[in-house]
């Protein structure tokens, strides 16, 4: 690859490989193109969730005042809006706060993709051994009969930590062998609670497409073993778009209104482009060109803002304009984005920005101190965004959007947070609060 040609057709690129913040538009936003997924997927994937329901309420007893269904709260943080004001610019219309870093059973994003295939996997085995139908009631899943008959299939994935951790827990508790292909970057705690549950966890010392190739070489000589694939998953893919749907009622039910004089403004973290894909595919089918969809990336990883600047997809990885990767930022520690998730986002992505590991830990802790919400810095990547399209009045301007912002809802997606241990999180805290800017 001529990588000084491209520093020259796409001179972010330039400033990417010098581990400079970018923020960049999408010139092909809206343009026409065929996407293999309707309406009618996210459907199915949101059916199959209500089936399984009854059985989340029974094995993961939290989630039974909602009836089984795993979801988050959106919060208005108007405080958390001041301090961006202050320290990053004016933010119009009002800020909210998705909380998927709070999500049941294991605290992250992870927690709808990941949990989802596992349950389609586990639908079909139990089917097609004839011991259910969708008419059953789903918490049967938890006696005796269907471990017995889940212990003979193996589920395997390769992670960063939170996807591993999400199918874990839910792999483990059906009843599944998992294993866990783990990069060395993962935090130890993550490795640490998954062994607790009597996950296999295999660490390798290479990056995480590594971790991931190693989980497929093992599912492919085993027929009995499903592999969870982060880079191509169509279901994690769905199981992540079903949040799209819910956010639209969650939105509804406050009254807050999402037209073509109220637009809404959604920033969410990318790695390998999965779950803020699935979100971003599914409000778009929902909402058209009322929402502006932007993805935030740590400097030293930013794989899916350079496959959407290069047009390359998984073509190009970080590593080949020289950037090594490494991050704080759990989960966003990927080097080349999915080829799934960049070719459907190449008309649906208003943008993308990027965010130097330093700038993550004084959001942390502003949000802690002006809104008492704890959540890990990968999640704080996000923040800085509704500031940086406020003061894009060229593009405000070109998208009609001047006279709409005192209108404008603002979403930032909090990815992550919650399983992280108490001490940990209050060292990042520490570590923001002794940074200036927030
Ligand atoms: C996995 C993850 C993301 C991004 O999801 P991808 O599907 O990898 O793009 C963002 N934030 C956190 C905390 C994550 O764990």
Redesign the pocket.
Known sequence: MDIKKLMVTHPPVGEMAAYKEIYWINPNLGKAKEVSFTMADIDDAEDRLARFAPYIACAFPETAPEGGIIESTLTEIPHMKAALAENRGEIDGRLFLKCDSHLPVSG???ARGGIYEVLKFAEKVAMDAGMLTEQDDYSILTQPEFLNLFSQYSVAVGST???GLSIGIISAKLGFQVTVHMSSDARQWKKDLLRSKGVTVIEYPDDYQKAVAEGRKEAASNPRCHFVD?ENSADLFLGYAVAAKRLGAQLAKNQIIVDDSHPLFVYI????????GGVAFGLKLLYGHNVHIFFAEPTHAPCMTLSMITGLRNKIAVSDIGLDGKTDA???A?GRASGLVSGIMETLLSGCYTIQDEGLYPLLASLADRENIYI?P??CASFIGPSLVCRDENWLKQQGLMNKMQHASHILWA??GKMVPEKEMHSYYLRGKNKKRG
């Open positions: 992250s994003i992870k930590g939170n996807l982060d973290p990318c790695g390998v482009g999965g779950a803020p759990d989960g966003l990927v890990e990968s999640s990815t992550g």
